[in-house]
Structure formats: structure tokens, C-alpha cells
């Protein structure tokens, strides 16, 4: 039962979490949400700068809540990708330094990884295989968990993500940022089926046979390019009319990005037979997600596993338990490991020595 600490500063939270054997001793998180506001979006050089400033002392309170001492860390860890690279770097030269003064191993940890293990830290009993619906502002993915480090990704966005389309549609309504969270407790005030709007689907071309001059489409990749132009345009003709009607268009679109991502997992799943979907990502905290997926699967005869909500947005106590896993299997990375702003899931063992 290894006790990995771990730091995460891959966009703009400043994370520090220790975790022993899927247990939680200490998770700090502090959020650069406020800073980034004025400009609708993170600005990775202030972003970069704020982990500079809070970093040591998110290792130190970090160790103080679990009290332990250093020579009760096995093994240090930090997000090496994909994410902001001078974002990356701070956490990741932290890590090293405290690997290299405590004489402990290093683990450089892919951040889609860790969102993949953020269920087991609430389910420790889950075990692959299971489907993981891994959705956040950057990623919109269906990735088969076969073992830790074995990971095949069935279906992704082929433009916006998920996260991402939820801000530019706030942006659009004027809810501010961030905007899944300001769409989330809008649209509990609205009606979901007062526009209908388009899901999204991936064509494949034009197919021969039975059915001759019909499209194909890809059942497991999704497209949120569509629905947010949909939404672009209807917004400008209820300007024309009056007042927008905010809170129904934040449900509206909130329940048809639900429906699409709900479809794509339940086919998925079922195409595989895999009995378990594990959501994973910062939109695996929306409501209408959670409502949708939960019914579906019980219909289906599948579990639906959602993270608590603090474990659904980025920290470093999901990092630490995918370092876990890889320590537990003897695993562990050289001090000279780069941060790269994208690494395939597929190729995560290549962070290992």
C-alpha cells in the first residue's frame, strides 16, 4: 500500500493530493477560476504564474492534512501531459525536485489517465474492464479500460468538447465563465424541450448496398460544432424578437449534449459488453448528464459510475491513484522525462521507464 504524492497544474488549478491504496489522506485545490474570469478563458502565462506562487504551499498543507512525514512517501508524481506546457513545467520541476531531495521515485502521470481513475478513488472496488465516458473542456472521449496503462479510445469530439462547447454557448447567452457550471444551475429554471436542437453526428459518406445514396455515421464519435452554431443563430433571432429566454436555452442545449454523449455511451457499451460506464471529466459534474446516463443505463441493465463532484473537475488525488497503480506494478519514470502538450492515451506507458 503505496502512499504517492502528487501535483497536477496541467491547466489552472494548482493541485496537491496524497493518496494511499485508493484513499484520499489529503486533496488541496486552489482555483484560479477568478483570475481567468476577466477574460473568459485561461490565459496560460498568468495561469503558469499562479502555480509559481502556490505550489509549495499546496505541498506543504498537503502533507500537514495527512500527516505523514517524507519518509512515508513512496513516490512523487505530477501531470507531465497533455496540458498548458509552462503550466506543466512548474508542477512537474516540483515533483522532480522532491523525488531527487527525498530519494524517491518519480512518476510522470498522463492527465486523462487520472480522470479515468478519479471512480476508483469513490469505488475501490471497480475493476476493469469497464467503458470510461471521459468528458471535460478539452476531451470528449469513449476509452476502453482494460488494465491500468491499457487503454483503447472508441470514440472522441471531432471538433469542440463537451466542456468547451458549454462555454461558448454561456458566452453566447451572456452566463460568463465557467460556463458548464453557470448553463447547469440556469437550465434548472428553464424547459428542455422548448427548442429542439441537433445532436451532432459524424457522417462516414456515402455507402453502397441496400440503402444506396444514405449516409453512414460513426456511432461512437461526436460533434458539438453543429449545435453550438445552432444555438449561435437561434440566440440572434430571439434578439431580433426580445428579451432571450435564457434559462430555457441553457436547457435546452444542456439536454441535447446530454442526449448525444448518453447514446454514444450506451451503444458503446453495449457494442463491447461491458457491463460498467465510469464518467470521467469536469462535465461528468452536470446534472442533466448525470440524470440522463443513470436512467439509461438502469434501463439497459448497465452501472453508470459518477466521481463525487470534487474528484469531476482537476486535482491531484486522481493523479496520484493512476501513479498508484503504476508504482503497484513497479513502474516509475526517468528524472529526465519532458511534459509534452499532447500525448496519445494509447502511448502512456511510454511515460515509464
Not at 441535447?256 to 460506464?277: G, P
Request: with cysteine; charged share 20%.
Amino acid at each position: 500500500m503505496a502512499a504517492i504524492l502528487a501535483i497536477e497544474t496541467s491547466c489552472d488549478e494548482t493541485a496537491v493530493a496524497i493518496v494511499k491504496d485508493r484513499k484520499v489522506l489529503s486533496s488541496i485545490v486552489s482555483s484560479q477560476i477568478e483570475l481567468h474570469r476577466t477574460y473568459g478563458g485561461v490565459v496560460p502565462e498568468l495561469a503558469s504564474r499562479q502555480h509559481l506562487e502556490w505550489v509549495n504551499p499546496a505541498i506543504a498543507q498537503a502533507m500537514e492534512e495527512a500527516q505523514l512525514s517524507w519518509a512515508e512517501i513512496d513516490g512523487i508524481a505530477a501531470t507531465v501531459t497533455p496540458g498548458l506546457v509552462g503550466a506543466l513545467l512548474v508542477g512537474t520541476m516540483a515533483a522532480k525536485s522532491l523525488a531527487m531531495l527525498y530519494k524517491k521515485p518519480f512518476l510522470g502521470v498522463h492527465h486523462l489517465e487520472g480522470h479515468i481513475h478519479a471512480t476508483y478513488l469513490d469505488q475501490p472496488s471497480l475493476q476493469p474492464p469497464f467503458l470510461c465516458l471521459l468528458v471535460s473542456g478539452g476531451h470528449t472521449s469513449l476509452i476502453h479500460v482494460r488494465a491500468s496503462g491499457d487503454y483503447t479510445t472508441l470514440g472522441q469530439t471531432r471538433d469542440d468538447a463537451a466542456g468547451e462547447a458549454f462555454d461558448k454557448v454561456a458566452r453566447l447567452i451572456d452566463l460568463g465563465y465557467p460556463g458548464g457550471p453557470a448553463i447547469d444551475k440556469l437550465a434548472k429554471q428553464g424547459n428542455s424541450q422548448t427548442f429542439k436542437l441537433p445532436e451532432g453526428r459524424i457522417s462516414l459518406g456515402k455507402h453502397q448496398g441496400k440503402g444506396q445514396g444514405k449516409a453512414k455515421y460513426h456511432p461512437y464519435d461526436s460533434s458539438f460544432s453543429g449545435l453550438k452554431t445552432a444555438v449561435l443563430r437561434l440566440t440572434e433571432q430571439l434578439k431580433a424578437e426580445g428579451p432571450l429566454p435564457k434559462a430555457d436555452l441553457a436547457a435546452s442545449f444542456q439536454y441535447t449534449v446530454a442526449k448525444a454523449l448518453t447514446k454514444r455511451a450506451i451503444a458503446c457499451a453495449k457494442d463491447f459488453n461491458l457491463s460498467t460506464i465510469a464518467v470521467g471529466g469536469g462535465v461528468a459534474a452536470n446534472s442533466e448528464l448525470r440524470r440522463q446516463l443513470t436512467a439509461a443505463a438502469q434501463s439497459e441493465g448497465l452501472q453508470a459510475l459518477f466521481p463525487p463532484l470534487a474528484l469531476c473537475t482537476d486535482n491531484a488525488a486522481m493523479i496520484a491513484c493512476a501513479a498508484c497503480e503504476h508504482f503497484s506494478q513497479g513502474r516509475s519514470s526517468s528524472l529526465q522525462l519532458n511534459v509534452q502538450s499532447r500525448t496519445p492515451l494509447e502511448k502512456v506507458l511510454s511515460l515509464y521507464e
